[in-house]
């Protein structure tokens, strides 16, 4: 079944309310990739402790390289983004590498099928950085969307993990209402009197099922994300390293990418020009 090339800038126009027979496609590669997903910590590194050595941070036995992936859409012309990949150092947070991909999009947002949008685009920036065996490619990657936390069990952060072979976990801004969990739910559970010394809370809905987890990031921030795991990586360390990148209620890795691919559309207006006679510009 191919895949790699469904959807986003690659595809011919669709339809805003698509098909029957479109979506019972998606479903079919949904379902396909979803029995490739790996649930568990699969990874060589360990995540960084105070006690650690200059050594084995450079030896690669400490994760050090972060990922943040996000698209941005232009106000002009909502059809046209910019995905953008940028890479952190963990012990720093600066930002190593960027990398953005201008694009005409032909598929609309269709609530549970975000991924045949968005992931193409992002996965070329993916395959670009690993083509080139750039030494600061992420060991994980944070995605501006959800993994197991979905109407299928299988968001965006799923998706482009599988396909990247990457440790990879969603944040989301806005909580999927799966399996009796609802907003009005989770809200009475973090302010309930017992949570209140906590900042992350298991999203564990009807059936017995842990979609993920709502963590308040910061003192500072009233509004949870939701934190869930996208592909070779557990839930409990998906959280830890969330922890670790937040300096404000986004973590840092998907704050930069969107705050970058926002500034290369206002830095490039020329872009939407190109794209009036080619599919797509990469930076």
Not at 49 to 76: H, N
Not at 129 to 137: D, E, Q, R, V
Not at 148 to 163: D, I, K, R
Not at 216 to 239: E, M, N
């Amino acid at each position: 079944m191919d895949v790699e090339a469904t959807g986003g800038a690659s595809s011919g126009p669709i339809s805003s309310d698509s098909s029957p027979e479109l979506r019972k496609k998606w479903i079919q590669i949904q379902d396909f990739l979803k029995g490739k997903l790996i649930t568990r910590d699969d990874f060589k590194w360990r995540l960084p402790t105070k006690d650690d050595e200059e050594e084995a941070v450079k030896s690669g036995e400490v994760l050090k390289f972060v990922g943040g992936v996000d698209l941005s859409f232009s106000r002009a012309d909502p059809s046209v983004a910019c995905g953008s990949l940028v890479v952190l150092d963990l012990q720093t947070l600066r930002v190593v590498y960027e990398d953005y991909s201008v694009v005409r999009l032909h598929i609309p947002y269709i609530p549970g099928f975000l991924a045949f949008r968005e992931a193409p685009v992002l996965l070329g920036l993916l395959q670009k950085m690993k083509a080139n065996s750039h030494p600061f490619y992420p060991e994980v990657l944070m995605v501006d969307g959800n993994g197991l936390l979905h109407p299928q069990g299988f968001g965006l952060a799923c998706h482009l993990g599988v396909l990247a072979d990457l440790p990879t976990l969603g944040v989301g801004k806005n909580l999927h209402h799966v399996d009796g969990l609802t907003k009005s739910r989770v809200t009475k559970l973090l302010e309930a009197t017992e949570n209140s010394t906590i900042d992350t809370l298991s999203l564990t809905g009807d059936s017995g099922c842990t979609w993920g987890a709502a963590m308040q990031s910061t003192r500072c921030s009233l509004k949870p994300i939701f934190i869930s795991v996208g592909h070779r990586i557990s839930l409990d360390t998906a959280v830890k390293i969330v922890r670790m990148t937040c300096k404000f209620r986004i973590p840092e890795p998907i704050r930069q990418a969107d705050i970058k691919s926002r500034s290369y559309l206002h830095d490039h207006p020329e872009m939407h020009q190109h794209l009036c006679g080619q599919e797509t510009c990469k930076h």
